[in-house]
Nanobody
C-alpha cells in the first residue's frame, strides 16, 4: 500500500520558520505532482503550494506567496515546503498529496489521489 508521509510540523512564534517534508512510503515521488494543503479549524481545506512532477513549475496561494517555498530534492524522493515569516493565520493541519502525472503544470485544487495524515503547524506568541 502506497501513501505519503508528512513531517516537520510544530509550534513557532510569529515570524518564525518551519520546513515540512513529504516522502513517499512504498514508492518514490518522481513522476508525481505534489501539493501541499492546509485546513484550519472551522475552515475548508485550501491549496497552499504545488510542484509539477519534473519540478519545472510551482504555484502558491496568494496568502503564502513570497513566504513559502516548495522544492524537490535531487533524488526526487522528498518534497519540502519551507515556510518563513509564519503568522497566526498559518495555523492549520498541513497535508501532502500526490498524483502521478506528467503534466506541465500543477494544481492547487485537491485533484490528488494519495494523501497523508497531516502535520500540525501552530503559530502563536
Amino acid at each position: 500500500q502506497v501513501h505519503v508521509v508528512e513531517s516537520g510540523g510544530g509550534s513557532v512564534q510569529p515570524g518564525g520558520s518551519l520546513r515540512l517534508s513529504c516522502a513517499g512510503s512504498g514508492f518514490t515521488l518522481d513522476r508525481y505532482a505534489i501539493g501541499w494543503f492546509r485546513q484550519a479549524p472551522g475552515k475548508e481545506r485550501e491549496g497552499v503550494s504545488c510542484i509539477s512532477y519534473n519540478s519545472a513549475n510551482t504555484d502558491y496561494a496568494p496568502s503564502v506567496k513570497g513566504r513559502f517555498t516548495i522544492s524537490r530534492d535531487g533524488a526526487k524522493k522528498i518534497v519540502h515546503l519551507q515556510m518563513n515569516n509564519l503568522q497566526p493565520e498559518d495555523t492549520a493541519v498541513y497535508y501532502c498529496a500526490a498524483v502521478k502525472n506528467t503534466y506541465y503544470y500543477c494544481s492547487l485544487e485537491p485533484d490528488y489521489d494519495t494523501w497523508g495524515q497531516g502535520t500540525q503547524v501552530t503559530v502563536s506568541s
